[in-house]
């Protein structure tokens, strides 16, 4: 199965995450596709913008566990993930995000890197890793907080709550919320822009991108979920998500 489907429209890309089995969740080969198909739009004159949506009812429910459970922070800080992260931040046009279903833990971190996004009726956002023992491990933390304040950002990050759409419209997570599923209305909106200025479109992301993450502290969150690796109760945090229970953390 093709694990990123690549459907070119009339001036615009739409991508969709193709892991419905896994509920799209970010694995390495994914993130990279996604990076190197993004770095080929961004001199592609016939691109002016993309949307990014997911099959089958969600969007991205987190990075994959598989890969992250025996991860030590030596592998972390050499992982080629950050380079992918970094080609898909580095994206210069517009890049729309339709959330349907859930965008939890990494799967928001790659939402929160679209200059749009679309919340759908069915839509669940939340960085829930300190649930296993980490933090988010691609800013996502950083970007939360430009968006919707300390105070907020703390909440989900802290709890591992998990919002809404209208929560997350309202709080200005959301720049839309969707009267039905967002991948359709997505469609219109990646079209709509594709309509405009290409030029102007790119200087405005890259001075909005500027502003809204210059003082972001975005090394030292990476920096805290790689040590996080290491930690025993990283180890618990995974075991007890597999096992179906509450963790017991010991601070270790």
């Known amino acids: 199965m093709d694990h990123l489907l690549v459907e070119a429209q009339d001036g615009w890309v739409r991508l969709v995450l193709n892991r419905p089995e896994a509920k799209n969740a970010l694995n390495t080969a994914l993130l990279g596709g996604l990076a190197a198909v993004l770095d080929r739009l961004a001199a592609d004159a016939g691109c002016r913008a993309v949307l990014l949506c997911g099959a089958e009812g969600n969007f991205a429910a987190g ?118 599923p967002a991948a359709e209305e997505g469609a219109a909106l990646a079209a709509k822009l594709a309509a405009r200025a290409p030029l102007a479109l790119a200087a405005a992301k890259r001075a909005l991108v500027e502003g809204a993450e210059g003082a972001l502290a975005l090394a030292t969150e990476r920096d805290g979920f790689e040590a996080l690796l290491d930690s025993a109760d990283k180890a618990e945090g995974i075991r007890a998500f597999r096992e179906k229970r509450r963790p017991v953390y010991r601070g270790r």
């Open 63 to 180: 990075a994959d566990i598989d890969e992250i459970e025996h991860k030590t922070a030596a592998e972390g800080a050499a992982d080629p993930r950050k380079a992918h992260w970094a080609a898909i931040r580095a994206f210069p046009k517009p890049l729309v995000a339709a959330v349907d279903g859930f965008a939890l833990g990494g799967g928001l971190e790659l939402a929160l890197m679209a200059d749009l996004l679309l919340a759908g009726p069915t839509a669940r956002m939340g960085l829930p890793e300190t649930n296993l023992g980490l933090i988010p491990g691609a800013g996502g933390g950083q970007r939360l907080m430009a968006r919707i304040g300390p105070a907020r950002a703390a909440r989900m990050v802290l709890t591992g709550e998990i919002i809404d759409a209208p929560t997350a419209f309202g709080w200005g997570l959301a720049s839309h919320l969707a009267e039905g």
